[in-house]
């Protein structure tokens, strides 16, 4: 794991995470030589960190509803080579405008070797592939020592013009450890910050809080602080890291007020900021018309519509500004046939309309869905991304797929809260995929080992998050990167692949792949015996702890859905079981597993199943789950021997 020097900093809502863009951004004077020695960093401290924070000092001062000033001073120690990544990057767009940027680095002993400034940073757009425009930057700084330890300190002053976007303050990092670091907030009384803290025990922070006739101030430092290690399935870092997370509750974005008093205040606010933006025209009007003429049922007219979203428009990025929360208009869409998330949702909110559908868009956290802790009880933006919500149906849409079945929204979309966006009324609600959806991987496998070389029918069968990936790998590769993508799957490669038909449902969340091939070999023969991993072409081995270690945080796991297999392969005539024949089930808090060997005539027949559990077990129970897959894993690596009497 890198040591990664860049401080968050998010788009979309550039508040909440969109693309979970963590950059850390660091500030500090010039100071005498010696000082920050790395010798002078106690020994307790050092244990198990790749970087020391010596000293930070981050400061948030609000002025207005529309200008604050950021802060930031930070002086860090490097330790460790192989978790350096050597860089630093600071990130300014329209609404963060940065000055007073300085960058020293100093060796071992704390002695000064160079001083940079602004113009020795190179500069860089952020996104780069799908975006369509964008003013979003960052500037860059290498750091190459050959040396280690070594020490960088960087000023910097953020003036920032939207309050939506004062950030929350990261203490700190897995690996680091802290020596000092001390965090103040400053606000007029009339213009309300709310704060709270996560993952912060009280033994471990000093707080105080100020109030004059104007202002209210309030500071935390953090003193000491030993490094946090990431361990093997660690819950997301949410979860783990202590955070600070700040909002204002009163705020201006282009000339529309908002609020963060509640769920439903920031959700007016979202849909004012976009109220012009879903005016059909006649010419949408017209195309819907065509689109549903002959419709059996609202569900039809919605399916029909979709798939003309889906084949008509292309998604692009947009973060211009205002634009990484307000759409482009429908008409702008319509036209130039691509639109970002909430363009599409809106867009597509604008077709539902013509048909006289009701639908409402919503605002989501599109990825791993731990990877951001939604508080019901503290109302800030954590969204990147948007959907589309027909009540309806209750029924909800991903607008940026190109192949997503009606009422599928994906793995990264489904099983979490997302902000219905309405004037009036609008709520959390949990997301989920239309019906009831399997989340499985179903291998069906026929060897036909009779010949001088195997022959192998091989049927692989995806459902739900399975299926995901492929279906974007039927549409944008060609049959040569298809059939690489295939062979990436299998353990045991063919000398030659005779045939390659991979499809999915349209209908369906579900994507399948029907192959033929050889293989030099399958087993193998010494003498009259025959040794074989029967499953070999496709074993599903989970990783797990080669060595026992003291698991100090709880886990997290991440299992979705079923694995299953069948095996069956066509033996020359005359062999008999000697040893090794499998026929066991196990259940436990993590999962179950069940396996079967069978031998009726030639015919060698193994099945398998494997279902994990998800969810966040105790630390004391980590190493009752390395045992567990520890002997799944050795049941799918373990040899059958046939004998031939």
């Known amino acids: 794991m890198k040591v990664n020097n860049i401080h968050s900093l998010r788009l979309f809502d550039l508040k909440g995470p969109l693309f979970l863009l963590l950059f850390f951004l660091y500030s500090g004077a010039m100071l005498g030589g010696g000082e920050w ?132 303050f990261y203490v700190q990092s897995y690996d680091e450890a802290i020596e000092r670091k001390e965090i103040s907030i400053k606000f007029p009384k009339d213009l309300q910050i709310k704060m709270k803290s996560y993952n912060i025990d009280k033994e471990d922070v000093i707080t105080e809080a100020q109030t004059s006739d104007n202002t209210e101030t309030f500071s935390w430092v953090f003193k000491d602080k030993k490094a946090l290690k990431f361990e093997t399935n660690s819950p997301p870092s949410s979860e783990v890291l202590p955070l600070i997370k700040c909002v ?37 009007k017209t195309v819907v018309a065509g689109l549903i003429e002959g419709a059996e049922s609202e569900f039809d007219k919605i399916d029909r519509i979709y798939s003309y979203l889906k084949a008509n428009m292309r998604y692009v990025n947009v973060s211009l500004g205002v634009g990484g929360w307000q759409s482009f208009p429908a008409e702008y869409v319509h036209k130039n046939k691509f ?106 496998i026929e060897i036909d080992i009779t010949d001088e070389f195997p022959k192998v029918k091989y049927r692989m069968e995806k459902s739900g998050n399975h299926q995901e990936d492929w279906r974007y790998i039927i549409d944008n590769y060609s049959q040569n990167d298809k059939e690489k993508y295939f062979l990436s799957f299998l353990d045991l490669p063919p000398s030659k692949i005779e045939n ?24 193998n023969v010494t003498g009259n015996r025959f040794f074989v991993n029967v499953n070999a072409i496709n074993r599903l081995v989970i990783e797990n702890e080669k060595e026992k270690k003291e698991r100090k945080e709880n ?55 494997f279902n994990g559990k998800e969810g966040l077990f105790q630390a004391d129970q980590y190493e009752d789950y390395n045992n567990f897959i520890k002997a799944f894993n050795k049941i799918e690596n373990s040899r059958l021997v046939l004998v031939k009497p």
């Open 37 to 168: 020695s790395a010798d002078k960093i106690s020994a307790s401290i050092k244990e198990g960190a790749s970087i020391v924070t010596r000293l930070q000092i981050e400061s948030l001062e609000v002025l207005g509803k529309t200008k604050s000033i950021y802060k930031m001073r930070h002086i860090y120690t490097v330790l460790d080579k192989d978790k350096d990544d050597g860089a630093v990057s600071i990130y300014y767009g329209e609404f963060f405008k940065l000055s007073n940027i300085s960058l020293t680095i100093y060796d071992a002993s704390g002695d000064k070797v160079k001083t940079y400034k602004k113009n020795d940073f190179a500069d860089h757009k952020l996104f780069d592939g799908s975006t369509l425009q964008d003013d979003i930057r960052y500037l860059t700084f290498p750091i190459q020592r050959a040396e280690y330890p070594y020490t960088v300190e960087i000023n910097y002053e953020r003036l920032i013009s939207c309050n939506f976007l004062i950030p929350d």
């Open 248 to 284: 204002a509750e009163k705020f201006v974005m282009g000339k529309v007020e908002g609020s963060m008093d509640s769920w439903e205040s920031f959700s007016s606010f979202m849909y004012q900021l976009n109220q012009d933006r879903f005016t059909p025209t006649e010419e949408i």
């Open 339 to 444: 639109g970002d998330c909430k363009a599409l949702s809106y867009y597509m909110k604008t077709l539902l309309s013509v048909a006289g559908i009701e639908s409402y868009t919503a605002a989501t956290y599109r990825g791993e869905k731990r990877e951001v802790r939604l508080d019901e009880n503290f109302t800030e933006n954590v969204f990147n991304h948007m959907i589309l919500y027909i009540p309806g149906q209750d029924l909800f849409l991903e607008c940026t797929s190109r192949n997503y079945p009606t009422g599928y929204v994906g793995s990264d979309n489904d099983q979490r809260k997302c902000l219905i966006v309405k004037p009036n009324g609008g709520m959390l609600k949990e997301v989920k995929n239309r019906g009831e959806i399997s989340d499985f991987s179903f291998d069906d």
């Open 500 to 523: 390659l038909d991979i499809k999915y449902d349209k209908e369906n969340a579900i994507a399948i792949a029907n192959a033929e091939f050889d293989l030099l070999k399958f087993g």
């Open 555 to 609: 886990f997290y796991l991440n299992f979705r859905g079923a694995y299953k297999a069948k095996v069956t392969v066509h033996l020359p005539s005359g062999y008999q079981v000697e040893h090794g024949m499998l026929d066991q089930k196990v259940e436990s808090p993590f999962g179950a597993y069940e396996v079967k060997t069978t031998l009726d005539e030639n015919v060698l027949t193994y099945t398998r199943t």
